[in-house]
């Protein structure tokens, strides 16, 4: 039997490597004011990137809403690792997902450091996180999304790309197997948009993110699931499912497929006329 590795003292000041958990959402709708949002939708994520695009209004952000518990579907099941997520106490389904999203708490008043620890509530702590896996937790977090060197900084003296990256620490410092993300890249520049999701890209837990921009989707999902008028579309690898025929049929738009030269991956190219 092969020798266990030994583990340095810089290892054991790290937290384990958090695994994916699997989630399945099962003939999952949601109904508003007597409308139907989204209608039996079905999909699953496994330490993967899930990619969710689809048009302004096809429910993408409802639904990770009945994911990360702030809407409630009206039917079907969301299951965390097999257990069902709306069956859990709040603070248990907080410990297995964490979500970043558009309209979240800013917490302006708090430095960087407090804000990130604010994702220890669910493991039982406040902003004291005294405890070595706090510290611990949130030390990695910072460290990983790259926002130690201002720890002191209030977040409101921040830029857009800075905050968002303290959002995704706080998230990060949750420990969570599934992380969610409601349009991560918005309001940032080129660069922020695209180490953001380097960054989300190397977690290697499950995550699922809405995108509106088809390149990015393309460029750093694993899986893409579109929705439209709050049914999937479509389901697969974004070379599978970038196809010109679901592009005009969903989105509305002319569109080819071209290798990018620097990436290998699939890349969408636009025009603004109804026949290429």
């Given at each position: 039997m092969a020798?266990?590795?030994?583990?340095?003292?810089?290892?054991?000041?790290?937290?384990?490597?958090t695994v994916g958990a699997r989630l399945d959402v099962e003939?999952?709708?949601?109904?508003?004011?007597?409308r139907r949002i989204i209608d039996r939708v079905s999909l699953t994520a496994d330490a993967e990137v899930v990619g969710l695009v689809g048009p302004n209004g096809s429910g993408k952000s409802t639904?990770?809403?009945?994911?990360?518990?702030?809407?409630?579907?009206?039917?079907?099941?969301?299951?965390?690792?097999?257990d069902e997520v709306w069956q859990m106490r709040a603070r248990d389904a907080a410990r297995i997902t964490a979500a970043v999203v558009q309209d979240g708490p800013t917490d302006l008043e708090l430095t960087v450091a407090e804000c990130v620890a604010t994702g220890r509530v669910p493991h039982g702590r406040l902003l004291g996180a005294d405890s070595r896996d706090d510290?611990?937790?949130?030390?990695?977090?910072?460290?990983?999304?790259n926002v130690t060197n201002f720890a002191a900084r209030p977040v409101a003296t921040l830029s857009g790309g800075e905050r968002?990256?303290?959002h995704l620490a706080r998230a990060l410092a949750q420990q969570p197997r599934i992380l969610v993300l409601d349009e991560p890249t918005n309001h940032l520049d080129i660069r922020h948009q695209l180490e953001l999701l380097?960054?989300?890209?190397?977690?290697?837990?499950?995550?699922?993110v809405?995108?509106?921009?088809?390149?990015?989707?393309?460029?750093?999902?694993?899986?893409?699931?579109?929705l439209s008028n709050g049914v999937v579309a479509a389901d697969g690898t974004p070379q599978d499912v970038f196809t010109p025929e679901?592009?005009?049929?969903?989105?509305g738009v002319t569109a080819a497929t071209i290798t990018n030269p620097l990436t290998g991956r699939t890349q969408l190219v636009y025009t603004d006329r109804s026949t290429p």
């Open positions: 020798a266990a590795p030994v583990r340095t003292e810089r290892d054991m000041n790290q937290p384990d490597r003939g999952v709708s949601v109904q508003v004011a007597g639904l990770l809403r009945t994911i990360y518990r702030m809407l409630s579907p009206t039917s079907g099941r969301v299951v965390a690792d097999g510290r611990a937790a949130i030390e990695h977090a910072m460290s990983v999304t968002q990256r303290v380097a960054l989300v890209r190397d977690l290697r837990i499950t995550i699922l809405t995108l509106h921009d088809l390149n990015l989707a393309a460029a750093y999902c694993d899986r893409i699931a579109v679901l592009l005009r049929r969903v989105f």
